[in-house]
């Protein structure tokens, strides 16, 4: 149910139900098993601290009853501390992994066939089962990126990956996405850079070559990323300024849950295109504004814990040549791509992407759970030997 709750975000209250189950049913799933706290801490410190400062926000909040809906976070971030204790081993990281890649070709096969019935404009992008092309697209980033990381370590011979990779990336350039784009392209950049500097030469005729056969609508897109007389552009540098305002009056609790939208017009610049926004499109700002500085600092702290474990781990089973060095890398490009997308869009804050991503801060854990598992049953077999 885990897992499952994972691949039915395209369906928010399938995905729901299957949480809610398992947690109703968590006494006598987890009898008899051990859990390794201490292997957990880098993720169960800061999440605490990150649960604790979201309840101190909503007492400290303009309207305490309305900021009250916040509490709800708590119940999807549950999925962090139940990930590791239910998907155990290298086995099932790679078969939740596959599994969401496959989910998410299917989900990209389905916003492809809206083309059909009239969408594709930039008013009415193709957005899946999703109710936004942001969601959408959120999610497909997560899934293009662990499978990005399969094929260059080791799984590339498989041709339904070759497939899934095409309908990805159709689907994500297709959502006209900037956000999502920007997240993708300066992740395997900043990965090229590091790992393999010379195949940056490959972008001069891939560029080429994208602005010869790019729809008009797409390369318009990508032009506008940074010309700032784009009124979204603007709008978000509004959104920033107002932001940073509303950080710099209360910067320990915030406005509190739900009322940065309702508060937005009295920080606003004159200027601004919108008098009403739904959050700041900037998944640290909205944290910081909404919530405080400390429970930001707690959510970097958790990117942190998660990837520094991954890293160390991925070193010390050897590099690319690891035999779970595509899990690794995968989870923490993904995470790198989540992060740098969501400083155009509220990312942390959409339940349907923020959970994949709460898998992907697990993955080293889930992992760790095999070894210890091993070495239990190693150290039972020399016991045994030993009488």
Known sequence: MVSGHVLTVFGIALSNILLALTLVTLPWSLRGRRISWAELAPITVPLGIYAVWLIGSIVASFDPWTSLS????????SALLLAPLFVRGERDVRRLVDALIWVGTLLAGAGLAQYLVGYGGIDRRIRGPFSHYMTFSGLL???DLLLIASMMLGARRQAWRWVALLVINTALLGSLTRSAWVGLGLTLTLYLLVRAPRWLLAYVPAAILFAVLAPPRVL?????ITDLRDRSNYDRLCMLEAGT???????LFGMGPEMVERRYAIYRP???????????????????AERGLPELAA??????GAAAVAWRRYRREGGDAGPR???YVGMLLALIAFNLAGLFENNWGDTEVQRPALFLLAIPFCLAAEREGHGRAQTGMDEHRQE
């Open 141 to 143: 980033l997560i899934c």
């Open 325 to 327: 060095a595509d899990l």
């Open 70 to 77: 916040g509490l709800r976070e708590l119940f999807t971030l």
């Open 245 to 251: 305002t509303m950080v710099v009056e209360r910067p």
């Open 220 to 224: 318009e897109r990508v032009g506008s």
């Open 270 to 288: 004159p200027s601004a295109p919108r008098y009403e926004v739904p959050h700041l499109h900037n998944s640290f700002l909205q944290l910081a």
């Open 299 to 304: 959510y970097l702290a958790m990117l942190a």
